[in-house]
């Protein structure tokens, strides 16, 4: 797996419950979670107990952040925009299911 590193684009693996969340924007206090699938960015990085933990902020296609969480590595999936990068995955028949 790839280092996640300071401002990468991520998504979300599956829901994140309120309860985890740093609503920025009120006008989403009535959720339950933030669904999966969410797409962020990663803002700081921590190290906690040989564990890495990423604190990430989630905007709106204008730009305006609504959201915040700190989420484990199983919790996000770090988007690829350029092929280069995207090469260095293996390819999906070689992966086992």
Do not use: W
């Amino acid at each position: 797996m790839k280092k996640v590193k300071l401002l990468d684009t991520i998504a979300t693996l599956k829901p994140i419950p309120i309860e985890r969340l740093q609503l920025v924007e009120q006008n989403y206090t009535s959720i339950e979670s933030l669904p999966s699938g969410q797409v962020g960015t990663i803002v700081e990085v921590y190290e906690q107990e040989e564990e890495y933990h990423y604190l990430v902020e989630f905007a709106d296609t204008q730009g305006c952040e609504y959201a915040m969480a700190t989420l484990r590595a199983d919790e996000i999936l770090v988007l690829h925009y350029d092929l280069a990068i995207a090469s260095d995955l293996p390819h999906p028949q070689s992966l086992s299911l």
